[in-house]
């Protein structure tokens, strides 16, 4: 609640009286949800050490109380740690933490466990170790890992439409990159399509992330069609930023297409 009313002291001073009390009577049950909300409340403020420091603390108690090493809260927090060191290039740990990770979900659907909750981390932890990848220039190694995630999410459920669609248009840029035009393209057609169905906020990236693989592909027509969508939607949703881009593409569009 202090949280919403957007009064984060008070929410961190709450959090820490609940981990204070639940130490003094060694009652652990909320102990990790507590130690989430305040490691997402130090990044959302761009602590970063805080993050890292409440992050190690969290695994660090998760061990003493006795809770197995892949317990679903000490991978995701693992996950987060990895994610924090790859951002930083700090990329020997960050290549352990997402190893770590990858091989504990691993490890549990082999024996058998095909919960949401375990196939859901699996994809997170894939996704973001593609993402490790692409900032490295892994790229080959990244569309593997990111090409098994989108495969693996489309078998559980719970994962959502928007978690979807991330990894729809980041293996788009992929494969753009790399030059596979036609899977991007396929992939990015995929994302617009969802992204309609669910009336998705990033659907004018979308479009100009489609025009932009027109382009490539020497198709102007359907390159100038996806640019005037994104330019649209850009300026309806007040995404100035999307606007400006669509209307460079179809200067681009002018240019290459005479």
């Given at each position: 609640?202090?949280l919403?009313?957007g009064d984060?002291e008070?929410?961190e001073?709450?959090?820490?009286?609940?981990?204070?009390?639940?130490?003094?009577?060694?009652?652990?049950?909320g102990?990790?949800?507590?130690y989430d909300i305040?490691?997402?409340?130090a990044?959302?403020q761009?602590?970063?050490g805080k993050?890292?420091?409440?992050l190690?603390?969290?695994i660090?108690?998760?061990?003493q109380?006795?809770?197995p090493?892949?317990?679903h809260?000490?991978?995701?927090?693992k996950?987060?740690?990895?994610?924090?060191?790859s951002?930083f290039?700090d990329?020997?740990?960050?290549?352990?933490g997402?190893k770590?990770?990858l091989e504990?979900q691993?490890?549990?659907i082999?024996n058998?466990d095909?919960?949401?909750?375990t196939?859901?981390?699996y994809?997170?932890?894939?996704f973001?170790?593609?993402v490790?990848?692409?900032?490295?220039q892994?790229?080959q190694?990244?569309?593997s890992t990111?090409?098994i995630?989108?495969q693996y999410?489309?078998?559980?459920k719970g994962?959502?439409?928007?978690?979807?669609?991330v990894?729809l248009?980041?293996?788009?840029?992929?494969?753009s990159a790399l030059?596979?035009?036609?899977?991007a393209?396929?992939s990015?057609?995929?994302?617009?399509?969802?992204?309609k169905?669910?009336?998705?906020l990033?659907?004018?990236?979308c479009?100009a992330r489609?025009?932009?693989?027109y382009i490539?592909m020497e198709?102007?027509e359907?390159?100038?069609?996806?640019?005037?969508?994104?330019?649209k939607l850009?300026?309806?949703f007040?995404?100035?930023?999307?606007?400006?881009e669509a209307?460079?593409l179809?200067?681009?569009?002018?240019?290459?297409?005479?």
């Amino acid at each position: 609640m202090a949280l919403e009313k957007g009064d984060t002291e008070r929410a961190e001073a709450i959090l820490l009286m609940g981990l204070k009390i639940s130490d003094d009577n060694k009652v652990f049950l909320g102990m990790p949800y507590m130690y989430d909300i305040l490691a997402s409340i130090a990044l959302a403020q761009g602590n970063i050490g805080k993050a890292e420091a409440l992050l190690d603390n969290a695994i660090e108690k998760m061990t003493q109380i006795g809770l197995p090493e892949d317990d679903h809260h000490a991978i995701d927090f693992k996950l987060r740690l990895a994610r924090i060191y790859s951002a930083f290039k700090d990329n020997d740990f960050a290549e352990i933490g997402f190893k770590t990770c990858l091989e504990a979900q691993k490890r549990k659907i082999t024996n058998g466990d095909t919960s949401t909750r375990t196939g859901m981390l699996y994809v997170n932890v894939l996704f973001w170790y593609g993402v490790h990848m692409i900032r490295n220039q892994q790229y080959q190694d990244a569309k593997s890992t990111l090409d098994i995630a989108y495969q693996y999410s489309t078998k559980i459920k719970g994962l959502s439409p928007y978690q979807e669609l991330v990894i729809l248009y980041t293996l788009s840029d992929l494969n753009s990159a790399l030059g596979h035009l036609d899977v991007a393209l396929e992939s990015m057609l995929n994302a617009v399509l969802l992204g309609k169905g669910i009336s998705s906020l990033d659907l004018p990236r979308c479009y100009a992330r489609l025009a932009r693989i027109y382009i490539k592909m020497e198709a102007y027509e359907q390159a100038k069609e996806s640019a005037l969508e994104a330019q649209k939607l850009a300026l309806l949703f007040d995404y100035l930023d999307i606007a400006q881009e669509a209307g460079l593409l179809l200067d681009e569009i002018t240019r290459k297409g005479k």
